[in-house]
């Protein structure tokens, strides 16, 4: 190969990179920032630990769920003083608990949330937590791996000021990917923070970026393949795309009622997945391996305590009404077939 031929392809690669920043923005419906790693989704919760904080700075971590625990984790791991704000599982953090967290310590920097707990198919009110900590010096830093493309997310206008996202769930690409929105308020975080980071380096990947580059090695193939399907997105629009999760959310737990089985998370139900409890007697395990046995489909079960007690369907990205009736038919069989009588 000719070292124009690589000239070329290198200046192809750039435009790419920075097509996927600005639709990035474009679909998030935010003008802030956006950086981009190869990493799963966790390791962008990760970088917006590292980046923003020193240790011992005093945070509010609401947890709901299995994703919520793991920002319990990392927030730990890096000795932040945490306040973590429980719900059952199938539950939600209020947002008057976190108002009434943020008033009993002024001194709080952050407060980390799921806009979308998907281990229990439960959605967190960000809107009402965003405008909260917007009154405060504190940041609200979001996990939206799972919320973006299947919720309402005005990131500037509710004050969301790190949204986290990732490419292998509503952007319908294998996973790999992982991309933030930072706020200038977030920003601001960052010239004080003192905690050690190397790869996840946020102000290294801005400036990458700015070039059309990656800091690193870049995942070459996801980033195409992103590409692509932000062109896909922006051309059915992300509203459509949310409306269609919301409508299969919608339809599915109107359907399981008529079954007669029961929503995990009735009270906050969220759009990407919806989590159902498995008929009394029944491990949800039995109906995750019907699936695959019997129909070559993949559910998932339960997480952590959960596991054999719910069972969820997934509507994010590229599902539809075929996939959803699919999903019954198949269900009312295997119901059938394991004692739990279904017309």
């Known amino acids: 190969m000719m070292a124009s031929d690589i000239h070329h392809r290198t200046e192809d690669f750039r435009k790419v990179y920075r097509s996927c920043l600005a639709d990035l923005k474009e679909v998030m419906g935010t003008s802030n920032d956006v950086v981009m790693f190869a990493a799963s989704g966790t390791g962008a919760m990760d970088a917006a630990v590292s980046n923003l904080f020193s240790k011992g700075d005093k945070v509010i971590v609401c947890v709901a769920g299995k994703f919520g625990e793991r920002w319990a984790e990392i927030a730990n791991a890096y000795g932040l003083d945490a306040t973590v704000l429980t719900a059952p599982y199938g539950e939600v953090v209020s947002s008057d608990a976190v108002r009434a967290a943020l008033d009993r310590e002024p001194e709080t920097k952050a407060v980390f949330v799921q806009a979308s707990e998907s281990s229990t198919g439960a959605a967190h009110d960000v809107r009402s937590m965003g405008q909260a900590v917007a009154r405060t010096g504190a940041i609200m830093v979001v996990d939206a791996i799972t919320g973006i493309g299947t919720m309402p997310l005005d990131i500037d206008g509710w004050g969301l000021d790190v ?58 193939a996801l980033i195409l393949s992103l590409a692509e399907a932000l062109k896909y997105v922006k051309q059915i629009g992300m509203g459509h795309l949310v409306e269609n999760a919301q409508l ?9 009622q008529k079954l ?14 919806t989590a159902l409890k498995s008929p009394t ?40 009404f075929a996939d959803l009736f699919s999903v019954f038919a198949s269900l009312e069989v295997i119901l059938n077939a394991n004692g739990y009588r279904v017309t």
């Not at 007669?260 to 997945?273: C, D, K, N, R, T």
């Open 163 to 220: 949204v986290i996202g990732g490419s292998q769930k509503a952007f319908m690409v294998p996973p790999g990917l992982a991309f933030l929105s930072i706020s200038p308020k977030a920003w601001s975080f960052a010239n004080s923070a003192s905690l050690p980071h190397y790869y996840f380096n946020l102000k290294k990947e801005k400036k990458s970026g700015d070039a059309g580059e990656s800091s690193w090695t870049p995942a070459t």
């Open 281 to 320: 007697g029944m491990d949800s395990g039995v109906i995750v391996k019907e699936f695959r046995n019997r129909f070559g489909a993949i559910i998932a079960n339960g997480q952590g305590s959960m596991k054999g007690q719910i069972f969820r369907i997934a509507h994010l990205g590229y599902f539809d």
């Open 260 to 273: 007669g089985l029961e929503v995990f998370a009735a009270s906050s139900p969220g759009a990407a997945v």
């Open 248 to 256: 299969l959310a919608r339809a599915t737990r109107a359907a399981a």
